[in-house]
T-cell receptor, first 114, second 113 residues
Framework: GAGVSQSPSNKVTEKGKDVELRCDPISGHTALYWYRQRLGQGLEFLIY????????KSGLPSDRFSAERTGGSVSTLTIQRTQQEDSAVYLC????????????FGPGTRLTVT | AQSVTQLDSQVPVFEEAPVELRCNYSSSVSVYLFWYVQYPNQGLQLLLKYLSGSTLVKGINGFEAEFNKSQTSFHLRKPSVHISDTAEYFC???????????FGSGTRLQVQP
């Protein structure tokens, strides 16, 4: 079956602009995660959605970052007034929830803020 | 709060030699442990996981890892590596109540002929 997909694969934007990154999780997965990977570093957790529960936003680095998940499926991560330090690969993962702890990752969106 | 330390940023090794990639974690609660691999220009792929039970877990591509609670370690091993194992390896931990993963900074395994 299809894996996690993300779009766009690459995004170049000017400092101060808003960007939206999209994630399509694996069909039927109730859990969805966003992570950020800066060059040469590990992944940083941003936000976690589980079913209809309130999302865990504890990893969002500032109020310029927000995410939503519509209909329990597709998710959009929005970064407002982008800064150069936002340049990174943004990774989305989905999981089955319940006792299934595995997370399946998408290919990521490479964001470059100029 | 949890943290993961991968002690080696790069590990060069010759083909068919054994390898161990080290991972230590810090947590005040029970954890689940994972190793992910990231091949060049590809997404992250789960290699193996420890949730409970036997402390020696086997994963894909001949890799295995051993959970050592007293040493808070989860080192990854392979008895004989191939050129195709060249990739970035990430150790990750989540606690039993919160699903989000905390990742280490990664270890680049470079297999040389």
């Amino acid at each position: 079956g299809a894996g996690v997909s993300q779009s766009p694969s690459n995004k170049v934007t000017e400092k101060g602009k808003d960007v939206e990154l999209r994630c399509d999780p694996i069909s039927g997965h109730t859990a969805l995660y966003w992570y950020r990977q800066r060059l040469g570093q590990g992944l940083e957790f941003l936000i976690y959605f589980q079913g209809n529960s309130a999302p865990d936003k504890s990893g969002l680095p500032s109020d310029r970052f927000s995410a939503e998940r519509t209909g329990g499926s597709v998710s959009t991560l929005t970064i407002q007034r982008t800064q150069q330090e936002d340049s990174a690969v943004y990774l989305c993962a989905s999981g089955g929830g319940g006792t299934a702890y595995e997370q399946y990752f998408g290919p990521g969106t490479r964001l470059t803020v100029t | 709060a949890q943290s993961v330390t991968q002690l080696d940023s790069q590990v060069p090794v010759f083909e068919e030699a054994p390898v161990e990639l080290r991972c230590n974690y810090s947590s005040s609660v029970s954890v689940y442990l994972f190793w992910y691999v990231q091949y060049p220009n590809q997404g992250l792929q789960l290699l193996l996981k420890y949730l409970s039970g036997s402390t020696l877990v086997k994963g894909i591509n001949g890799f295995e890892a051993e959970f050592n609670k007293s040493q808070t370690s989860f080192h990854l091993r392979k008895p004989s590596v191939h050129i195709s194992d060249t990739a970035e390896y990430f150790c990750a931990v989540s606690d039993t109540g919160r699903r989000a993963l905390t990742f280490g900074s990664g270890t680049r395994l470079q297999v040389q002929p």
